[in-house]
């Protein structure tokens, strides 16, 4: 199985686990990166009103996009730190989370109609 198959299949447990193991052994590269300019392609979304199913799609959609872009498709292998963080706080409470804008494709339609309702626009990324 290639590692888009393991990324598309895997749920929002295993996708944690393999980017968690990928951002330790390569943590040392990663503190002297900068991620100001990644900022524009990133919208904060508030779920504070979401349904536990609703979030588990957001988390296990914005994880797929962020194992995608830099197992598969980065050349830079560089991760965003505070990005995969945000996710895993919004899973133990917060109300907000920052997702990358051009992971929005890997979410399904309910949770980007949610999304759009919060006038969080993507579509300029299709």
Not at 98 to 125: C, M, N, T, V
Request: charge should be negative; include cysteine.
């Amino acid at each position: 199985m290639s590692t888009k198959d393991i990324i598309l299949t895997a749920d929002l447990d295993e996708l944690i686990k393999m980017f968690k193991n990928e951002l330790e052994d390569r943590f040392y590269k990663y503190k002297k990166l900068d991620f100001s300019n990644d900022l524009k392609d990133c919208a904060w979304i508030d779920i504070s009103q979401w349904g536990e199913l609703e979030k588990e799609s957001l988390f296990i959609g914005a994880m797929r996009g962020i194992n995608l872009f830099y197992f598969i498709f980065s050349e830079k292998r560089a991760a965003p730190v505070g990005h995969f963080f945000n996710i895993l706080y919004a899973m133990d409470g917060k109300n907000d989370v920052q997702i990358y804008r051009k992971a929005i494709k890997w979410f399904p339609e309910h949770i980007k109609e949610k999304i759009r309702s919060q006038g969080i626009s993507f579509e300029d990324l299709y």
